[in-house]
């Protein structure tokens, strides 16, 4: 079965590290002898094999970055980097566009501007599809650069003290990495510039499918110590697989909340993820921060960053000090660097180069797919919402069941929606989503609001008298 890697949840924690061992393994064999996280030379492991970019949004390391660790794999590329010169200026479907272009390469590499668009890519291909980041939503593979250098610095993800800085709510890495961190056992602390904090749904979703949650407030002001302005730590239990995504433990479990820190959990700060303004993706009119934190030399003089690994996915603009370009904490060119070791192994698994490194399927979700039509997503960035690809893409939805209510999550953009009423095909009655499902029903319908509902031709349950 052909595998893609669309968001960072289509590889399991057993594949993520196989890839990891094989990125060591090119590293070893191919290191430049001057500077050992670079490497040099090529393999010829994938003579014969093409692998396409297709970019539709601006980008240096990533396109630059697959492309060197095709040719050091032994393969060859083609290349677009200007939407403008793709039959998409002329109108043409995202759909479309993979079903040709899988006939000229043996895997694609897509970068878009729309969430969920490389989603669609994978649908309709049968070669495998790598996102090289959709909008504001996912950059799994920027993820599996991050985790690869983390491991590497610090031995394990396990425990970690990982702090995020910058557009928490834009930008894309820190998605796919949130979920990456919970799911090794590291904890994340959020340092958002104001108003840019992680966005609802992610956190939601860190709870939901990873256990991954919030300490309580005394916990957090026991372990923070003076001076350490943080007001949310996000921590995993003992064993998150045990919670994920994949597995059927109920949802927020008393066990989460017993999570208790030594003391001096947070004295000491293992990296700092350092991320830029995401100007790209501001809704028109807004322009930014009032002030956006900008870590530098003096910001790490506290005695809690004194080994903390200084990381960011680049391009920085203001927001990371070039006085640390020389300081041994700074790792973002390694970063940088790691970034063709570790493509390499991931083409090498996805094109089954290297047949043992994933599994035949992709984890299999656990929520239901709903399909009913009586929804749209109200992600304005979803990309259900051009177009081009609404001629024939049917929204779907995940069902998620929540104590008091059930949600609905695009399949595509991954965002969150509370429908207003929830009905029965079968009875063609509909109520307001106030309560818990213990199993979903085959025919369930979901409404956004009453007017959808009474178009569906559903009528509403006659509450009981005094009810
Ligand atoms: C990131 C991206 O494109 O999301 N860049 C990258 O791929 N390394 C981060 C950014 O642009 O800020």
């Known amino acids: 079965m052909v595998r893609h890697l669309i968001t960072i949840d289509d590889l399991t924690e057993g594949e993520i590290q196989a890839i990891f061992r094989v990125a060591d393994e090119f590293l070893k064999d191919l290191a430049d002898p001057q500077v050992p996280h670079r490497v040099r030379g090529a393999k010829s492991e994938a003579q014969g094999c093409i692998l396409a970019t297709l970019f539709y949004e601006a980008s240096t390391r990533t396109r630059f970055s697959f492309e060197s660790a095709m040719y050091r794999l032994g393969g060859q590329i083609l290349s677009s980097a200007d939407p403008k010169t793709t039959s998409a200026a002329k109108g043409e479907t995202i759909a479309d566009t993979v079903r040709v272009l899988q006939n000229y390469a043996d895997v694609l590499v897509i970068r878009h501007p729309c969430e969920g668009a490389v989603r669609v890519a ?6 495998p599809i790598i996102n090289a980041g959709d909008g504001g939503h996912e950059h799994p593979t920027q993820t599996l650069c991050d985790l690869y250098t983390l491991q590497r610095e610090k031995g394990t993800l396990k425990d970690l003290n990982v702090l995020l800085w910058g557009d928490l709510r834009n930008g894309r890495t820190v998605h796919s990495l949130v979920y990456g961190l919970a799911r090794f056992g590291a904890r994340i602390i959020p340092m958002p510039a104001e108003g840019f904090g992680l966005p609802e749904h992610v956190v939601r979703r860190l709870a939901q499918d990873y256990g991954c949650t919030p300490l309580s407030n005394d916990e957090v002001s026991r372990v923070r110590g003076d001076k350490f302005p943080v007001d949310a730590v996000y ?23 017993k999570v208790r820190l030594p003391a001096n959990a947070l004295a000491k700060i293992d990296a700092c993820y350092v991320t830029r303004l995401q100007r790209e993706r501001l809704p028109e009119g807004e322009v930014g921060a009032d002030s956006y934190p900008v870590i530098d030399a003096a910001f790490l003089k506290d005695r809690r960053y004194r080994s903390s690994s200084v990381m960011h996915p680049l391009p920085r603009v203001e927001e990371l000090g070039y006085d640390l370009d020389n300081d041994e904490r700074a790792v973002y060119f ?23 490194l994933l599994g035949q399927g992709p984890p299999a979700k656990k929520h239901q797919v709903y399909t009913q039509g009586t929804l749209g997503c109200e992600n304005t960035r979803c990309v259900t919402g051009l177009s081009s690809e609404q001629r024939y893409l049917e929204p779907r939805f995940l069902i998620i069941p929540e104590s008091d209510r059930l949600l609905a999550r695009c399949v595509y953009c991954e965002h969150d929606m509370i429908p207003e009423f929830v ?17 979903i029903p085959e025919d369930l319908l979901l409404f ?20």
């Open 122 to 127: 994978a649908d309709y291909a049968d070669v």
């Open 334 to 356: 390694k970063q940088a660097a790691y970034g063709v070791p570790v493509r390499m192994a991931l083409i090498a698994a996805l094109l089954r180069i290297r047949p043992d």
């Open 235 to 257: 921590v995993t239990p003992e064993k998150p697989h045990q919670r994920s995504l994949f597995s059927d433990v109920p949802e927020k479990g008393s066990e989460v909340l």
């Open 423 to 439: 009905g029965r095909l079968s009875t063609r009655k509909f109520e307001p989503n106030r309560r818990a499902f213990t199993d």
């Open 448 to 467: 956004a609001d009453e007017e959808a509902a009474l178009r569906r031709g559903c009528s509403p349950v006659r509450q009981k008298a005094g009810g």
